[in-house]
C-alpha cells in the first residue's frame, strides 16, 4: 500500500467556519507534511511532523493548526479562514524528515472559503 | 530568491513526440527531483538525482543533470495523452537540508 489518502476532496467553508482536513498513510512512513498549493505554482511548505512531533513550521498562520494524532494520521484543523485561503491543501509522508527522501503526496483536498 | 526556474512554462507537442523541459538553479545541489501533477490531483514523484549522478532513467523518461551549468533537463519520450501534466522539478542546496526548493513548474499538453 503506497497510497497517502486525504479526506474531503473538496471542501466549501465560510470565514467563521470550524473544519478539519484529514491524511492518513499506512507506509510506516515517520514524516508527514502539509503543502499549500495555489493554481499554477509549486507547493509551499506548512508544516513538518517528524515522529509524531512538529519539526517545522513555516510561518504559518495560527488560523492553521496541525495536529498529529500517530504516526498515521495528520490533521489540519481551520478556523477563521480568509479567501485568501482557497487553495489545494495537500498532505505527504516520506520515510523519514529529510529533504533528501521523496515524498508520496495526497491527491489533495481542494479549499474554497467565502 | 533560490526558487528553481524551469522552462518552457508551457509545451503543446503531438502524441509520439518527445518533451524536454529544463529545470534551473543557483547553487550547488545534494540531489534533484522531478514530480508530476495531474490538473487538481497531488504530486508522483518520478524520478531522484545525485549531485554525483549525470544521467537515470525510468521507462520513457530521462533526467540529466549538469552541474556545471546548474540545471537538469526531463525528457519524455513518444509521449502519450496520458503524459498531459504539469511537471516539477524540486532541489536541495548542499549546506541548506531544512527543505525542499521548488520550480515553477512546466505544464505539458499532448495532443492525440
Not at chain 1, 488560523?63 to 478556523?79: G, M
Not at chain 2, 544521467?55 to 537538469?72: A, I, P, Q, Y
Not at chain 2, 533537463?73 to 525542499?100: P, Q
Request: hydrophobic content about 30%; aromatic content about 8%.
Amino acid at each position: 500500500d503506497t497510497e497517502v489518502t486525504q479526506t474531503p476532496k473538496h471542501l466549501v467553508m465560510g470565514m467563521t467556519n470550524k473544519k478539519s482536513l484529514k491524511c492518513e498513510q499506512h507506509m510506516g512512513h515517520r514524516a508527514m507534511y502539509w503543502y499549500k498549493q495555489k493554481a499554477k505554482k509549486p507547493p509551499e511548505l506548512m508544516f513538518v511532523y517528524s515522529y509524531e512531533k512538529l519539526s517545522i513550521n513555516e510561518s504559518v498562520p495560527s488560523r492553521f493548526s496541525p495536529e498529529c494524532p500517530n504516526s498515521s494520521l495528520l490533521n489540519l484543523h481551520l478556523h477563521a479562514l480568509q479567501p485568501e485561503d482557497s487553495a489545494l491543501y495537500l498532505c505527504a509522508s516520506s520515510q523519514v524528515a529529510t529533504v533528501n527522501e521523496k515524498l508520496f503526496f495526497g491527491s489533495g483536498t481542494q479549499l474554497s472559503v467565502l | 530568491s533560490q526558487q528553481g526556474e524551469e522552462d518552457p512554462q508551457a509545451l503543446s507537442i503531438q502524441e509520439g513526440e518527445n518533451a524536454t523541459m529544463n529545470c534551473s538553479y543557483k547553487t550547488s545541489i545534494n540531489n534533484l527531483q522531478w514530480y508530476r501533477q495531474n490538473s487538481g490531483r497531488g504530486l508522483v514523484h518520478l524520478i531522484l538525482i545525485r549531485s554525483n549522478e549525470r544521467e537515470k532513467h525510468s521507462g520513457r523518461l530521462r533526467v540529466t543533470l549538469d552541474t556545471s551549468k546548474k540545471s537538469s533537463s526531463l525528457l519524455i519520450t513518444a509521449s502519450r495523452a496520458a503524459d498531459t501534466a504539469s511537471y516539477f522539478c524540486a532541489m536541495t542546496y548542499a549546506g541548506n537540508n531544512r527543505k525542499l526548493i521548488w520550480g515553477l513548474g512546466t505544464s505539458l499538453a499532448v495532443n492525440p
